[in-house]
């Protein structure tokens, strides 16, 4: 399998309910990204790894928990969301800081 | 701080028609990385185009061009005879050399290729 995939592609969940998301890469790249894509909004930014290292939180509230065990997997750990969480969440990896190559996405409802 | 608009939410045309699709910057920064992506209907984000601060040469690939403009800080993008399958979102990013935080996506233009 080639590119960046996430799983799952749709996660329709309580709000007292754990969940988690799952990306992963096999470009051989170095940097992975969580983004939350909102209608009507730009992408956020929510949290870049490099080299497994969290280099980046853009102030995402904790009920969102990252988790980054080698270079090729990244994680969203997800509890006691709001309906308002409920947006496309994409997985991106970049090799340095270049251009980055994003997967499919996780349509997430939050009831 | 940075900033990309994509003055234009949504665009239409009709089938062969050619389009250009606006992007203006801010940074102050004097090195910095533009792109442009598309998001099909399928969500994914595809890689168009990487563009370095320091290389004002336009670019073509195909039916698709570039043409960048320091003295307006402007990245535009157009398609020629454009086709169906040019129907998604297209988005317009800004990177500082600064490190792997600062990529600013704009809000997206929404093209449509009516046949």
């Known amino acids: 399998e080639t590119g960046v995939t996430q799983t799952p592609r749709h996660l329709v969940m309580g709000m007292t309910n754990k969940k988690s998301l799952k990306c992963e890469q096999h470009l051989g790249h170095n940097a992975m990204y969580w983004y939350k894509q909102s209608a009507k909004k730009p992408l956020e930014l929510m949290f870049v790894?490099?080299?497994?290292?969290?280099?980046e939180n853009n102030s995402v509230p904790s009920r969102f928990s990252p988790e980054c065990p080698n270079s090729s997997h990244l994680f969203l750990h997800l509890h006691t969301l709001q309906p308002e969480d409920s947006a496309l969440y994409l997985c991106a990896s970049s090799l340095g800081g270049h251009e980055q190559f994003f997967g499919p996405g996780t349509r997430l409802t939050v009831l | 701080a940075q900033k990309v608009t994509q003055a234009q939410t949504e665009i239409s045309v009709v089938e062969k028609e050619d389009v250009t699709l606006d992007c203006v910057y801010e940074?102050?920064?004097?090195?910095?990385?533009l792109f442009w992506y598309k998001q099909p209907p399928s969500g994914e984000l595809v890689f168009l185009i990487r563009?370095?601060?320091?290389?004002?040469q336009n670019e073509i690939s195909g039916r698709y061009s570039w043409n960048f403009q320091k003295s307006t800080s402007s990245f535009n993008f157009t398609i020629t005879a454009s086709q169906v399958v040019d129907s998604a979102v297209y988005f317009c990013a800004l990177r500082s050399s600064g490190g792997y935080q600062k990529v600013t996506f704009g809000i997206g233009t929404k093209l449509q290729v009516i046949p």
């Open positions: 940074t102050r920064d004097t090195t910095y990385y």
């Open positions: 790894y490099s080299l497994e290292e969290r280099v």
């Open positions: 563009r370095n601060s320091f290389d004002e």
